[in-house]
């Protein structure tokens, strides 16, 4: 575990407020894409700067601005929690 990483006590609190997995295509696991943003959030880093672990940077982007716009997982949400 990396030092911004959630704990095992952390992410399960947070995993019910996730949204739920659709249809499509397995994705990315999501307690490393929010980590990867965790990461961002933390550090101030680019996006592109993130590192390998957390995934492509287009992606755990993608899943940070998606959530965003969602009301259960408000970029305010992040903020917070970070």
């Known amino acids: ?48 700067d993130l590192p390998e672990r957390y995934g492509p940077h287009t992606t755990v982007y993608n899943r940070y601005v998606r959530w965003g716009e969602r009301v259960t997982c408000s970029p305010e949400m992040f903020l917070i929690l970070s």
């Open 1 to 48: 575990m990396a030092r911004f990483d959630l704990s095992d006590e952390e992410w399960l609190v947070i995993e019910p407020l996730l949204p739920k997995k659709g249809r499509g295509p397995a994705r990315r696991d999501d307690r490393v894409i929010l980590n990867g943003i965790f990461y961002i959030l933390r550090t101030g880093a680019p996006w592109r």
